[in-house]
């Protein structure tokens, strides 16, 4: 199905661990990005990227790494998660033509 | 540094009671402003884009505007399946990003 999809849904990781989000879409839009959202903060942007191998940083980038080595596909590493971390992470899709961004539905990630 | 603010955090209304959600924001150069709404357990689904001041989208019970300054996103008669958290974004100008900068949001619960 055509769509931004994220993998996995839920995550339960310990402090120190290495995790990996993915996110693929399949409408070869340029722009993708990667927010997190928490209780009075709403959506934050983590990192983002205008076309394959092209990615900049954010609001908070402290603590995560992207790459995008595909148009569809933009993972999301945390090299050494911490508790910190935990919370909802959104990945969103947009092309040039139209500014609206499409989200994925989410993954829920807690660091014990 | 642009700044998006959305009051009320949270609004109850009995269902068929018509009522207004409001989006202040600053920037610098506004490309977009964006209404999204988002059900627990998933991710923002896109609503309006609103371009300009004076500009006007509607959907079903729902109508967003525009000015200068602010947006509101009126809903008329609503009913218990528009309980949700509606959120509102803007694009600033300035670099070929697509970011958007979000608000935290509107919780809105309607009663049968």
Known sequence: ?112 | EDQVTQSPEALRLQEGESSSLNCSYTVSGLRGLFWYRQDPGKGPEFLFTLYSAGEEKEKERLKATLTKKESFLHITAPKPEDSATYLCAVQPYGGATNKLIFGTGTLLAVQP
């Not at chain 1, 990615?55 to 999301?76: A, C, H, Q």
């Not at chain 1, 911490?82 to 092309?95: G, I, K």
Request: include cysteine; charge should be neutral.
């Open chain 1, 1 to 112: 199905d055509a769509g931004i999809t994220q993998s996995p849904r839920y995550k339960i990781t310990e402090t120190g661990r290495q995790v990996t989000l993915m996110c693929h879409q399949t409408w070869s839009h340029s722009y993708m990005f990667w927010y997190r959202q928490d209780l009075g903060h709403g959506l934050r942007l983590i990192y983002y990227s205008a076309a394959a191998d092209i990615t900049d940083k954010g609001e908070v980038p402290d603590g995560y790494v992207v790459s995008r080595s595909k148009t569809e596909n933009f993972p999301l590493t945390l090299e050494s998660a911490t508790r910190s971390q935990t919370s909802v992470y959104f990945c969103a899709s947009s092309s040039p033509a139209r500014p609206e961004a499409f989200f994925g539905q989410g993954t829920r990630l807690t660091v014990v």
